[in-house]
């Protein structure tokens, strides 16, 4: 199957996207399995499962592309037996081809699936009843292996108030035989077709600042985006996929989703197999044939993890690896840092890894997905820029050897049709190449909004940047409606038609009425030292006293806390000599003087369900003494 046509088809003589209003994910699944069974593909592996929780070396399960569709009929016709169209479907499991089972089954059966984890993760009990209170699932899916700690989770619940749990692998295959297609009844009656603006699934939110919200992503939505995504990076077949990425997230979850719907073959791992040992995700990424395109997703702590324990210099295993065939690296979801990069091209670089596969990135789950990334070649591009200047809201380019200096790295430029603007968040007017400010943006990518929260719904997605607020030249909002402008509450400047994030509205730092990027200090405090983990740290606000920070919404505020993970490898003799180096460093380059650095325990940083360290919860815990501070 040639994919570049199949994606161009949606495309009009303008390069906009249209997607068919009868359009769903779960139809466009069932069509192209239905051309590929036409060509005899069917049989070709799918899903390649590492399972490495029975050894260091490993299992291999591989899945045929006709087997997965039997899977996800199965239980289809399952969930079609004991609930509605409409009704929402929590999925509550590890990283398994089970997951990817439950997830378009839930489509198929015309439900909406819930992503969530498996309760046996630690630390996240909270954010999954405050979820699973949100969206009332009527069933939950979940797999052999997760089983026993869903049905302990739900376990007080009153029986009567319980959603129904199915183990997906303990399904029949027989239940497929059973399925209909839903083209028969449409065809009979127009009135039962899907529409491509029909809700697709929920995306909740990491919780780590407010209660998690449903954000709501339409089938119009994630095609949407898919097909801008697939455009920009240039995807080139035959290509691979191989993930680690959690699928309760949406990154993990789409890209999963449609690489099953595509038929594209991908290596599906768990998040804590590879963070036990990197060197099993390079390993996936070697070359296997010599007409391959391998594509991968990270968050920027992949790259230091991998640098550290699975450099082939070092660890004679990977001593023969091939990473030519590597066309696209796609760092996102969290602040991409330019020595993480320089130090993962480095140390991979003489086994074929070639500079232009790094595309750092940006994108959000209101957006679906991502909204920029590298689109010309020079990638990855790391700029120098004034670090009063820029705390003044301008972009002023320094140099490298400056330490008034601050590196930031382009994550690229966004991807058509979508519009994007630089905006002034008081006064809602679009902002010039080089001033900061808050990133908006307009697509049939942006998700329908928040469940059950129209005022933040309104907030967020429903703002308007009319003719009078836009430049009157070089405007990048082309012609762009003026209604419907997603407000991001990400901080950006735009540099030679590159994006760069600063930082977010709400994690602004004011001290001494100046404003400063956590990320920016974090950084300096974090070259310090080999003592803490790299970019595993924090830094925040307190006002006078101690008690937390109104920076989280911006107000003045007087104390600088900064809190870092030890490194496993580190002693914690070696503390106070690196709280000093990180306090110094910090005062000399920022100017400001930090009311308390601390050193704590590897894995004690709060982080959100999503794995992003959690800045504002690690505020109240301050706040709440959980770590005094210093007299």
């Known amino acids: ?32 399995y239905t051309m590929a069974q036409m060509e005899g593909t069917v049989d070709n592996v799918l899903i390649r499962h590492w399972d490495f929780s029975e050894s260091r070396e490993g299992t291999v399960h591989e899945v ?25 479907v929590a999925i509550l499991a590890n990283n398994s081809p089970e997951y990817m089972y439950a997830f378009l089954g839930a489509m198929y059966a015309r439900m909406v699936p819930v992503p969530l984890y498996d309760p046996n993760e630690p630390g996240h009990t909270g954010h999954l009843t405050a979820v699973l209170g949100s969206s009332e699932p009527t069933v939950v899916l979940t797999n052999k292996r997760s089983a026993t700690a869903v049905r302990k989770h739900f376990a007080a619940t009153p029986t009567t108030e319980r959603p129904r749990v199915l183990t997906v692998d303990a399904l029949p295959d027989a239940l497929a035989d059973d399925w209909q297609n839903p083209m028969a009844a449409i065809m009979a009656d127009p009135s039962l077709a899907p529409n491509a603006s029909d809700e697709a699934f929920l995306q909740y939110t990491s919780g780590s600042t407010r209660t998690p919200a449903g954000v709501v992503l339409t089938h119009k939505s994630i095609v949407t985006n898919v097909l801008q995504i697939f455009k920009a990076v240039n995807l080139k077949a035959p290509l691979r996929l191989s993930t680690w990425l959690p699928l309760h997230h949406d990154m993990g979850v789409i890209l999963s989703a449609f690489v099953i719907i595509l038929g594209l073959p991908f290596d599906l791992m768990n998040p804590r197999d590879f963070i036990q040992d990197p060197g099993r995700w390079i390993r996936q990424l070697n070359r296997q044939s010599e007409d391959e395109n391998v594509y991968t997703v990270v968050p920027n702590f992949a790259l230091e993890l991998a640098v550290r324990y699975a450099d082939p210099a070092q660890v004679a295993e990977l001593g023969e690896v091939d990473l030519s065939a590597i066309d696209g690296v796609i760092n996102g979801s969290e602040p991409v840092h330019h020595s993480s990069v320089q130090k993962f091209l480095d140390t991979f670089g003489p086994y074929g890894f070639q500079k232009g596969a790094m595309r750092p990135s940006y994108g959000l789950a209101e957006a679906t997905l991502i909204v920029t990334t590298p689109q010309t070649d020079e990638r990855p591009l790391t700029k120098w820029f004034k670090r009063e200047e820029l705390s003044a809201g301008t972009a002023v380019e320094g140099s490298a050897d400056d330490t008034d200096s601050l590196s930031l790295v382009s994550l690229g430029q966004v991807c058509a049709p979508q519009a994007i603007a630089i905006v002034d968040p008081e006064t809602g007017k679009e902002l010039t190449d080089g001033n900061v400010g808050e990133i908006w943006v307009h697509g049939d990518n942006m998700a329908a909004g928040y469940l059950n929260r129209p005022e933040e719904t309104q907030e967020t997605f429903r703002n308007s940047l009319p003719t009078a607020n836009r430049l009157d030249s070089d405007s990048r909002t082309g012609d762009a409606p003026e209604d419907n402008w997603m407000r991001t509450g990400d901080l950006a400047v735009i540099v030679d038609g590159h994006l760069f994030i600063t930082g977010r509205l709400k994690d602004l730092i004011i001290v001494a009425g100046r ?9 300096t405090a974090d070259e310090a030292t080999e003592q803490t983990a790299p970019a595993v740290i924090a830094a925040f606000a307190v006002e006078a006293g101690g008690s937390a920070s109104g920076a989280a919404d911006g107000e003045s505020v007087e104390g600088l806390i900064i809190v870092a993970e030890r490194d496993p490898d580190a002693s914690e003799a070696g503390d106070a000599e690196a709280i000093e180096a990180m306090r110094a460093a910090v005062t000399a380059t920022h100017g400001v003087q930090p009311s308390d650095v601390r050193i704590i325990a590897p894995g004690t940083l ?8 959690a800045r504002r919860v690690a505020a109240k815990a301050i706040w709440r003494a959980r770590w005094a501070l210093n007299p």
């Open 606 to 613: 709060p982080r959100s369900s999503a794995n992003k360290i």
């Open 1 to 32: 199957m040639d994919i570049t046509a199949a994606m161009g088809q949606f495309y009009d003589e303008q390069g906009n996207i249209n997607v068919p209003d009868q359009l769903t994910l779960s139809g466009m699944c069932e069509m192209l």
């Open 515 to 523: 404003n400063h990027y956590p990320q920016d200090i974090e950084a």
């Open 64 to 88: 045929t592309r006709a087997q997965v569709n039997t899977r996800i009929k199965a239980v289809c016709v399952r969930l079609q037996q004991i609930a509605q169209p409409g009704d929402r």
